[in-house]
């Protein structure tokens, strides 16, 4: 008679298995370059000064980022000969560094801003849009059919 036993998971609920995460398909949105430096004084009282000009991408789906070293320098050298070096670098590549503040705010603006729908937003409800960052080609005006 004890041919048939009950088995000890009879009765229990399977558990859920979570699903995995969908590997994105990156696709990167390159910014304008930007500088970080640092001054400072070594051990055998030598100053020296290091800039790194940085170039960050940033995926349009995922918002992952990777900021990329393009130039690195580390010199002997005082306080002015770094602002030198800094200024000399600015002429060099005004066209392509822009200050951090202002990257910093368009990636932001990527990954958290949908413009269009605010565009529509204010349009709709007769205000105007705060931000300083967005300069709208042109205002949209939609006409009424009569």
Same mark, same amino acid.
């Given at each position: 008679?004890? &041919?048939?036993?009950?088995?000890?998971?009879?009765?229990? *609920?399977? +558990?859920?298995?979570?699903?995995?995460?969908?590997?994105?398909?990156? !696709?990167?949105?390159?910014?304008?370059?930007?500088?970080?430096?640092?001054?400072?004084?070594?051990?055998?009282?030598?100053?020296?000064?290091?800039?790194?000009?940085?170039?960050?991408?940033?995926?349009?789906?995922?918002?992952?980022?990777?900021?990329?070293?393009?130039? *690195?320098?580390?010199?002997?050298?005082?306080? !002015?000969?770094?602002? =030198?070096?800094?200024?000399?670098?600015?002429? +060099? &590549?005004?066209?392509? /560094?822009?200050?951090?503040?202002?990257?910093?705010?368009?990636?932001?603006?990527? =990954?958290?801003?949908?413009?269009?729908?605010? =565009?529509?937003?204010?349009?709709? =409800?007769?205000?105007?849009?705060?931000?300083?960052?967005?300069?709208?080609?042109?205002? /949209?005006?939609?006409?009424?059919?009569?």
């Amino acid at each position: 008679m004890g &041919f048939f036993h009950r088995s000890k998971t009879e009765g229990l *609920e399977p +558990k859920p298995v979570a699903p995995s995460p969908k590997k994105c398909n990156h !696709k990167f949105q390159d910014f304008p370059w930007y500088i970080e430096g640092e001054e400072s004084d070594d051990v055998y009282s030598r100053h020296w000064y290091h800039l790194i000009i940085k170039e960050p991408y940033v995926c349009i789906y995922c918002g992952e980022r990777h900021d990329k070293v393009l130039w *690195e320098i580390k010199r002997y050298g005082n306080h !002015k000969e770094a602002i =030198q070096g800094l200024d000399e670098i600015n002429e +060099k &590549f005004k066209d392509r /560094i822009r200050h951090r503040a202002e990257i910093e705010d368009m990636i932001n603006d990527m =990954q958290l801003v949908d413009p269009q729908y605010l =565009q529509y937003y204010h349009m709709l =409800q007769g205000t105007k849009d705060p931000s300083t960052s967005r300069l709208y080609e042109k205002e /949209i005006k939609p006409k009424l059919k009569t």
